[in-house]
């Protein structure tokens, strides 16, 4: 593996360039996934870009946690970052609200129309495209346009006639679960007294603990003043009479005049805002900025093009590779200059990114970006080497420099290996992977400390043990193949031990992976389609979908099982399961079921491609084209559970493919079922074509690759990413 992985690493290195002759964006509904529980994010952004800049609404609550919902149409401003099908709300961080007439600076509620300074938008009138955003807001009368750069927000606003027309800059509502704790405005005057620019930040603290946003805006007319309201008394003694909310008054405005903004974030400070504008967006030409937001899109995009009648199978398709590329988010300035994990401004010679769904997006989502966006992942890498050196061990869930350690097992510990086997180490010695990866995977928190003391984490020492030990187990099969990778048999074989640790949780009787507690004992009582959110043995699953997490070790569940045939029968039963789940707390994640198989989480991600695994890929066939005509459809409910941050639509992406990659840190994708006639997927190594000749309907009963017979149930990395042809021959 090792000698392939250098050979192929100059290929890696080469530009991934697209051809430009479709308007790839043109195929994209950013509406999939704004209703049911999809929470994505809606606005204008480019790929991987800092900025997120869209309408937030009134409500905080769980389906909000993007500040977008289909069933809801206020909005209290326009925010400059948002996240993409989470389940916890965060940042909506510098928001901006046009207004005309007198209005109270607050968020306000529904049932007052005239509370806060919120209005209705018409969504009637509503245009999102991939760049571009633009609604009317039914109360002024004014027309919102939005698009942007990686770092900068840029706002047009038509307004009617008014002798009051502001701006309301909103530091107060951050996204759901965020409190303001610091901020402050620092304005700008010309010779003339008038205000032309405007700097300032927000410090806030909610998933991320120590979020630090500075921006810079400046305005295409100079503002009359700027006027600002402080927080008044609150519990929350840390705000301090920060002033949170500031009115630039613009005064009067003639029918259908235009007010352009230009809004700058940086995570280092108010002058790096200044300077990202000056690189970024200097002159005021929106137009040409939504243009270059959308060929930029198309870029991207362009990277996989496929062959389909169906309209609407193409616009899930391309939405779906839309919503991989809205993050990880850049997080540094123009300059290379960044802010740590440890709050400590540095100065970086790579791309250092943010948010990082990671216990999500390892399963497919990186798997993804090392095929299609290869000329980032030493960058990625770099990044989750230093959050180690700044933290002390690689991210579990990292957003804007902190490390929430949301979900759990060591998932950064995954990616970071999945990478440097596949030839990215961003310039790192073998001292330095193993280092971050050892050391990680022995930090004695989250459940780890008991898992090295007892073997296992025991059920009545700590809250979803099966599913913590589990996970960790992953991480560590991705430690050991990293390390056979760089030649420490040693180190592999420790770690491949430790692997083995879910068998701890095996009950050879009723044949599910159930809590043992110190005492060795299974907890009681036992059902395999219970969930209790958060409080049971399992994390967002049930024991029916726990039992197949061992993507590690396939051949040691088997051997559990005793049999391939005994392995396949209880698959089986995994899709035939009831369709349910019992629990009056059970976890709302468990969604997309087909039998107890829940396809709308995670944890259920790699489990049909189980079937191909053991030598039943009609099965895993028929399960998949299910999957994709169910789960999968052009309308705001076009999602069968949370995004994740792209994971979802990973899925789909890599699985229309016809492969996807199940094992840790093993550099191989099982066959599944294609879903277009023809692919061609823009790699390091020029173009791998993928043709697709029968039923899409039914199971692949040959492969070709590169005009030759292809035996193998899977395909390789690296024969992949060198370019080439791959066929099925598919059949009934």
């Not at 009681?524 to 979908?545: C, L, N």
């Not at 995004?643 to 550099?667: I, K």
């Amino acid at each position: 593996m090792k000698k392939i992985a250098f050979a192929l690493a100059a290929l890696v290195m080469a530009a991934c360039s697209a051809p430009q002759a479709q308007d790839y964006a043109a195929y994209v509904n950013p509406k999939i996934g704004t209703g049911g529980h999809g929470h994505v994010f809606v606005g204008a952004n480019v790929p991987f870009g800092l900025v997120q800049l869209g309408p937030t609404s009134i409500p905080q609550t769980w389906d909000w946690c993007s500040g977008y919902h289909d069933s809801d149409n206020t909005v209290i401003g326009f925010s400059h970052m948002h996240l993409s099908g989470t389940g916890i709300g965060d940042l909506f961080d510098i928001t901006v609200m046009p207004t005309i007439g007198p209005t109270t600076p607050a968020r306000g509620t529904e049932s007052d129309p005239q509370s806060g300074a919120w209005s209705y938008a018409d969504r009637s009138k509503e245009v999102c495209e991939p760049g571009y955003y633009s609604v009317p807001l039914e109360r002024y009368g004014i027309v919102a346009e939005l698009t942007a750069t990686s770092r900068v927000g840029f706002h047009r606003y038509t307004f009617p006639a008014s002798d009051d027309a502001k701006l309301l800059f909103d530091m107060e509502n951050g996204g759901c679960w965020d409190h303001v704790t610091d901020t402050d405005f620092e304005v700008v005057k010309d010779e003339n007294g008038q205000v032309k620019a405007l700097g300032g930040y927000r410090f806030s603290t909610g998933w991320a603990k120590n979020q630090k946003v500075f921006f810079w805006a400046e305005f295409s007319r100079p503002a009359q003043d700027f006027s600002v309201k402080e927080n008044v008394a609150s519990d929350r003694e840390q705000r301090n009479l920060k002033p949170i909310y500031g009115y630039l008054s613009l005064g009067n405005t003639t029918e259908g005049e235009q007010v352009l903004v230009k809004v700058a974030l940086s995570p280092v400070s108010v002058e790096g805002a200044k300077a990202n504008m000056a690189a970024e967006l200097p002159g005021w030409d929106f137009e040409a900025t939504k243009a270059n937001a959308r060929t930029a899109w198309n870029k991207e995009l362009g990277k996989i093009q496929i062959k389909t009648e169906d309209a609407d199978k193409r616009t899930v398709f391309y939405t779906a590779l839309y919503h991989t590329m809205i993050a990880p988010s850049a997080f540094n300035d123009v300059d290379g200059q960044y802010r740590g994990s440890d709050d400590i401004v540095r100065q970086g010679n790579f791309q250092n990114y943010t948010t990082f769904s990671l216990w999500d997006t390892y399963r497919a989502a990186h798997p993804l970006m090392t095929l299609i966006h290869p000329e980032k992942m030493n960058d990625m890498v770099a990044t989750l080497y230093h959050i180690y050196k700044e933290q002390g061990d690689l991210p579990v869930w990292h957003l804007m420099g902190n490390e929430t350690d949301c979900m759990v097992g060591n998932p950064g510990l995954i990616v970071f290996a999945d990478a440097v086997v596949k030839g990215f180490r961003a310039g790192l010695t073998d001292e330095e992977i193993l280092e971050a990866m050892t050391v990680t995977a022995t930090t004695p928190d989250r459940g780890q400390d008991l898992r090295m003391q007892y073997g296992y984490i025991p059920a009545d020492l700590y809250h979803e043990s099966v599913a913590n030990d589990m996970e960790y187990a992953i991480a560590d099969g991705a430690l050991a193949n990293c390390a056979d990778f760089l030649g420490k048999a040693d180190v592999a074989a420790e770690y491949r031990e430790r692997s083995h640790s879910y068998r701890h949780f095996w009950d050879p009787e009723l044949q599910f992976m159930r809590g043992r507690k110190v005492d060795g004992k299974f907890t009681e009582p036992f059902d395999p389609i219970y969930s209790r959110h958060e409080t049971s043995d399992y994390t967002e699953g049930t024991g029916w979908q726990y039992l197949w997490l061992v993507p590690q070790d396939v051949d040691g569940l088997v051997n559990l099982f005793g049999s391939k045939e005994a392995t396949l029968a209880k698959l089986d039963g995994l899709f035939e399961a009831p369709d349910h789940v019992e629990g009056e707390n059970a976890s709302p994640d468990i969604s997309g079921l087909i039998g107890q198989y829940a396809h709308g989480n995670e944890p259920s991600h790699h489990t049909i491609y189980l079937y191909s695994m053991l030598g039943a890929p009609e099965k895993a066939a028929a399960r998949l084209h299910q999957v994709y005509e169910e789960m999968y459809f052009n309308d705001v409910e076009g999602l069968a559970g949370n995004e994740d941050v792209g994971q979802m639509s990973a899925w789909y992406v890599l699985s229309a493919m016809g492969f996807y990659q199940v094992e840790p840190a093993c550099p191989r994708f099982w066959f599944g079922l294609p879903l277009f006639p023809e692919m061609s997927v823009q790699v390091s190594g020029g173009t791998f074509t993928i043709k697709a000749d029968g039923p899409l309907d039914g199971h692949i009963a040959s492969v070709k690759l590169n005009g030759k017979p292809y035996d193998k149930p899977y395909i390789e990395y690296a024969d992949i990413i060198a370019g080439g042809t791959l066929e099925y021959s598919l059949q009934k």
